[in-house]
Protein backbone atom coordinates (compact mmCIF):
# COMPACT_ATOMS: atom_id res chain seq x y z
CA UNK A 1 0.00 0.00 0.00
CA UNK A 2 1.02 3.43 -0.40
CA UNK A 3 1.77 5.97 2.08
CA UNK A 4 -0.42 8.64 2.63
CA UNK A 5 0.94 11.87 1.94
CA UNK A 6 0.81 14.76 4.43
CA UNK A 7 -1.42 17.60 4.07
CA UNK A 8 0.45 20.81 3.81
CA UNK A 9 0.62 23.18 6.87
CA UNK A 10 0.85 26.66 7.02
CA UNK A 11 3.89 27.90 8.21
CA UNK A 12 3.68 30.62 11.29
CA UNK A 13 5.07 33.12 9.24
CA UNK A 14 2.35 33.02 7.16
CA UNK A 15 -0.94 32.75 9.79
CA UNK A 16 0.89 35.70 11.20
CA UNK A 17 0.60 37.83 8.07
CA UNK A 18 -3.02 36.40 7.53
CA UNK A 19 -3.89 37.21 10.95
CA UNK A 20 -2.05 41.11 10.85
CA UNK A 21 -4.34 41.54 7.76
CA UNK A 22 -7.66 40.72 8.70
CA UNK A 23 -6.34 42.91 11.73
CA UNK A 24 -5.61 45.92 9.71
CA UNK A 25 -8.85 45.31 7.03
CA UNK A 26 -11.63 45.02 10.21
CA UNK A 27 -9.46 48.25 12.06
CA UNK A 28 -10.10 50.38 8.49
CA UNK A 29 -13.48 49.14 8.53
CA UNK A 30 -13.75 50.25 11.92
CA UNK A 31 -11.78 53.92 11.64
CA UNK A 32 -14.29 54.04 8.82
CA UNK A 33 -17.48 53.28 10.41
CA UNK A 34 -16.78 55.28 13.51
CA UNK A 35 -15.74 58.52 10.99
CA UNK A 36 -19.04 58.26 9.21
CA UNK A 37 -20.69 58.18 12.23
CA UNK A 38 -18.57 61.05 13.88
CA UNK A 39 -19.46 63.17 10.41
CA UNK A 40 -22.94 62.76 10.46
CA UNK A 41 -23.36 63.73 14.42
CA UNK A 42 -25.75 67.40 14.34
CA UNK A 43 -22.65 69.19 15.97
CA UNK A 44 -21.89 69.63 12.46
CA UNK A 45 -25.21 71.12 11.00
CA UNK A 46 -24.85 74.14 8.45
CA UNK A 47 -26.28 76.81 11.02
CA UNK A 48 -25.22 79.63 9.45
CA UNK A 49 -25.66 80.35 5.88
CA UNK A 50 -23.99 83.97 4.71
CA UNK A 51 -24.78 85.48 0.85
CA UNK A 52 -22.10 88.19 -0.14
CA UNK A 53 -22.69 89.90 -3.76
CA UNK A 54 -19.49 88.87 -5.80
CA UNK A 55 -19.58 92.28 -7.53
CA UNK A 56 -18.43 95.80 -6.18
CA UNK A 57 -21.88 97.12 -7.72
CA UNK A 58 -23.84 94.55 -4.79
CA UNK A 59 -26.98 92.78 -5.95
CA UNK A 60 -29.65 94.99 -7.55
CA UNK A 61 -32.28 92.38 -7.55
CA UNK A 62 -31.44 89.30 -6.07
CA UNK A 63 -32.77 89.87 -2.60
CA UNK A 64 -31.22 88.20 -0.01
CA UNK A 65 -34.29 87.42 1.73
CA UNK A 66 -35.66 85.70 -1.34
CA UNK A 67 -32.36 83.64 -1.76
CA UNK A 68 -33.05 82.68 2.03
CA UNK A 69 -36.44 81.50 1.47
CA UNK A 70 -35.93 79.79 -2.10
CA UNK A 71 -33.14 77.69 -0.69
CA UNK A 72 -34.18 76.56 2.87
CA UNK A 73 -35.03 72.87 3.21
CA UNK A 74 -33.37 72.14 -0.24
CA UNK A 75 -29.79 71.98 0.79
CA UNK A 76 -28.83 68.43 1.88
CA UNK A 77 -25.99 68.01 4.23
CA UNK A 78 -23.74 68.88 7.22
CA UNK A 79 -19.85 70.48 7.17
CA UNK A 80 -19.08 67.90 5.40
CA UNK A 81 -21.37 66.07 3.81
CA UNK A 82 -23.07 68.90 1.70
CA UNK A 83 -22.17 68.15 -2.21
CA UNK A 84 -21.40 71.53 -3.29
CA UNK A 85 -22.40 71.31 -6.82
CA UNK A 86 -25.81 70.39 -6.16
CA UNK A 87 -25.72 73.12 -3.44
CA UNK A 88 -24.87 75.73 -6.54
CA UNK A 89 -27.27 74.44 -8.86
CA UNK A 90 -30.31 74.86 -5.88
CA UNK A 91 -29.06 78.80 -5.73
CA UNK A 92 -28.40 79.25 -9.42
CA UNK A 93 -32.16 78.48 -9.33
CA UNK A 94 -33.18 81.17 -8.00
CA UNK A 95 -34.65 84.57 -10.60
CA UNK A 96 -31.74 86.96 -11.25
CA UNK A 97 -28.95 84.48 -9.70
CA UNK A 98 -26.54 84.68 -12.47
CA UNK A 99 -23.25 82.66 -11.03
CA UNK A 100 -22.56 81.08 -7.55
CA UNK A 101 -19.36 80.37 -5.71
CA UNK A 102 -19.51 78.47 -2.40
CA UNK A 103 -17.33 77.90 0.46
CA UNK A 104 -17.46 75.89 3.93
CA UNK A 105 -16.42 77.70 6.93
CA UNK A 106 -15.34 76.05 9.96
CA UNK A 107 -17.17 74.60 12.06
CA UNK A 108 -20.86 75.45 11.08
CA UNK A 109 -20.86 78.25 7.89
CA UNK A 110 -21.59 78.10 4.26
CA UNK A 111 -20.23 81.14 2.85
CA UNK A 112 -22.13 81.89 -0.40
CA UNK A 113 -21.21 84.67 -3.10
CA UNK A 114 -23.90 85.59 -5.46
CA UNK A 115 -23.30 87.35 -8.65
CA UNK A 116 -26.77 88.36 -10.98
CA UNK A 117 -27.44 88.95 -14.35
CA UNK A 118 -27.76 92.62 -16.17
CA UNK A 119 -30.44 92.12 -18.46
CA UNK A 120 -29.80 94.18 -21.72
CA UNK A 121 -32.86 93.17 -23.53
CA UNK A 122 -36.00 91.24 -23.90
CA UNK A 123 -36.30 87.92 -26.21
CA UNK A 124 -39.09 87.16 -28.71
CA UNK A 125 -39.89 84.24 -26.10
CA UNK A 126 -40.16 86.58 -22.84
CA UNK A 127 -37.17 85.65 -21.52
CA UNK A 128 -34.13 88.22 -20.90
CA UNK A 129 -30.75 87.83 -22.71
CA UNK A 130 -27.72 89.23 -20.38
CA UNK A 131 -24.56 91.55 -21.30
CA UNK A 132 -22.69 87.91 -21.08
CA UNK A 133 -25.35 86.60 -23.18
CA UNK A 134 -27.30 84.20 -21.73
CA UNK A 135 -31.07 83.93 -22.01
CA UNK A 136 -32.19 83.72 -18.57
CA UNK A 137 -36.20 83.69 -17.22
CA UNK A 138 -36.98 86.18 -14.58
CA UNK A 139 -39.64 89.54 -14.31
CA UNK A 140 -39.61 91.85 -17.50
CA UNK A 141 -40.99 94.79 -15.04
CA UNK A 142 -38.10 94.17 -12.96
CA UNK A 143 -35.62 93.88 -15.80
CA UNK A 144 -37.00 97.48 -16.75
CA UNK A 145 -37.06 99.65 -13.92
CA UNK A 146 -34.35 102.02 -15.38
CA UNK A 147 -36.45 102.40 -18.87
CA UNK A 148 -37.69 99.86 -21.47
CA UNK A 149 -35.94 97.27 -23.31
CA UNK A 150 -34.88 96.80 -26.61
CA UNK A 151 -36.65 93.88 -27.96
CA UNK A 152 -35.23 90.84 -29.82
CA UNK A 153 -36.86 88.63 -32.36
CA UNK A 154 -33.64 86.11 -33.60
CA UNK A 155 -33.12 82.54 -32.92
CA UNK A 156 -31.50 81.45 -29.58
CA UNK A 157 -28.20 80.99 -31.31
CA UNK A 158 -27.95 84.35 -31.55
CA UNK A 159 -27.91 85.25 -28.23
CA UNK A 160 -24.17 85.45 -27.69
CA UNK A 161 -23.85 87.66 -31.16
CA UNK A 162 -26.42 90.29 -30.22
CA UNK A 163 -25.32 90.54 -26.32
CA UNK A 164 -22.01 91.37 -28.13
CA UNK A 165 -23.05 93.87 -30.39
CA UNK A 166 -25.89 95.33 -28.87
CA UNK A 167 -24.42 98.20 -26.65
CA UNK A 168 -21.96 99.18 -29.50
CA UNK A 169 -24.86 100.03 -31.87
CA UNK A 170 -26.93 101.53 -29.61
CA UNK A 171 -24.54 103.78 -29.24
CA UNK A 172 -23.88 104.97 -33.02
CA UNK A 173 -27.29 104.91 -33.37
CA UNK A 174 -27.66 107.72 -30.59
CA UNK A 175 -24.68 109.21 -32.02
CA UNK A 176 -27.33 110.43 -35.06
CA UNK A 177 -30.44 111.15 -32.71
CA UNK A 178 -31.81 107.54 -33.21
CA UNK A 179 -32.52 105.46 -30.19
CA UNK A 180 -32.81 101.20 -31.13
CA UNK A 181 -35.85 99.77 -30.22
CA UNK A 182 -35.29 96.19 -31.25
CA UNK A 183 -33.17 93.75 -33.16
CA UNK A 184 -34.36 91.33 -35.53
CA UNK A 185 -32.40 88.16 -36.57
CA UNK A 186 -33.48 85.75 -39.47
CA UNK A 187 -32.25 81.76 -39.36
CA UNK A 188 -30.32 82.72 -42.49
CA UNK A 189 -28.60 85.31 -40.15
CA UNK A 190 -29.89 88.43 -41.74
CA UNK A 191 -29.84 91.44 -39.29
CA UNK A 192 -32.66 94.21 -39.33
CA UNK A 193 -32.18 97.19 -36.45
CA UNK A 194 -35.86 98.86 -35.81
CA UNK A 195 -35.68 102.45 -34.38
CA UNK A 196 -38.21 103.85 -31.98
CA UNK A 197 -39.42 106.41 -34.99
CA UNK A 198 -40.28 104.01 -37.15
CA UNK A 199 -37.46 103.73 -38.98
CA UNK A 200 -36.53 99.87 -40.37
CA UNK A 201 -32.35 99.75 -41.26
CA UNK A 202 -31.52 96.57 -43.34
CA UNK A 203 -28.13 95.43 -42.64
CA UNK A 204 -28.38 91.77 -44.40
CA UNK A 205 -25.51 89.02 -42.89
CA UNK A 206 -22.05 89.78 -41.72
CA UNK A 207 -20.57 88.53 -44.58
CA UNK A 208 -17.26 88.60 -44.54
CA UNK A 209 -16.79 89.42 -40.97
CA UNK A 210 -17.34 93.17 -39.54
CA UNK A 211 -19.84 94.01 -42.55
CA UNK A 212 -22.38 95.12 -40.19
CA UNK A 213 -20.05 97.28 -38.62
CA UNK A 214 -19.04 99.02 -41.61
CA UNK A 215 -22.62 99.19 -43.08
CA UNK A 216 -23.93 100.75 -40.07
CA UNK A 217 -20.68 103.02 -39.41
CA UNK A 218 -21.26 104.38 -43.69
CA UNK A 219 -24.71 105.07 -42.88
CA UNK A 220 -23.44 107.09 -39.60
CA UNK A 221 -21.86 109.18 -41.30
CA UNK A 222 -24.20 109.86 -44.24
CA UNK A 223 -27.36 109.88 -42.44
CA UNK A 224 -27.98 113.25 -41.16
CA UNK A 225 -27.23 114.68 -44.97
CA UNK A 226 -29.34 111.93 -46.26
CA UNK A 227 -32.31 112.86 -43.98
CA UNK A 228 -31.77 116.45 -45.33
CA UNK A 229 -31.54 115.51 -48.46
CA UNK A 230 -34.62 113.68 -48.76
CA UNK A 231 -36.48 116.02 -46.85
CA UNK A 232 -38.54 113.35 -44.99
CA UNK A 233 -38.05 111.04 -42.40
CA UNK A 234 -36.89 107.64 -44.03
CA UNK A 235 -38.88 104.30 -42.83
CA UNK A 236 -36.42 101.91 -44.32
CA UNK A 237 -33.14 101.82 -45.44
CA UNK A 238 -31.33 98.95 -47.17
CA UNK A 239 -27.49 99.58 -46.22
CA UNK A 240 -26.69 96.21 -48.33
CA UNK A 241 -25.26 98.14 -51.40
CA UNK A 242 -22.08 98.48 -51.52
CA UNK A 243 -22.15 102.13 -53.43
CA UNK A 244 -24.88 103.37 -51.24
CA UNK A 245 -28.55 102.76 -50.03
CA UNK A 246 -32.03 102.31 -50.61
CA UNK A 247 -34.05 104.61 -49.09
CA UNK A 248 -37.94 104.52 -48.33
CA UNK A 249 -39.92 107.50 -46.95
CA UNK A 250 -43.47 107.87 -45.73
CA UNK A 251 -45.92 108.70 -48.46
CA UNK A 252 -47.01 112.13 -48.36
CA UNK A 253 -50.62 112.73 -47.66
CA UNK A 254 -52.04 114.94 -50.40
CA UNK A 255 -52.97 118.54 -49.76
Do not use: C
Not at 184 to 200: K, N
Not at 220 to 242: H, V
Amino acid sequence: MRAKEAAPVLSTRKMQLTATLMFAVAAVLLLGGGALWLIERPWFDLRHVELRAGEAGGLRHVNVNVVRAATIGRLRGNFFTLKLDEARRVFESVPWVAAVSLRRAWPDRLLVTLSEHRAIAIWDDGRLLSDRGQLFVANVAEAEVGGPLPQVDAPARFAAAVARRLPQWTARLESFGLVLESIDVSERASWTLHTDSGLAIVLGRDEPAGRLDERLTVLASQFSAMARELGAEPIRIDARYSQGFAVATAARKKP
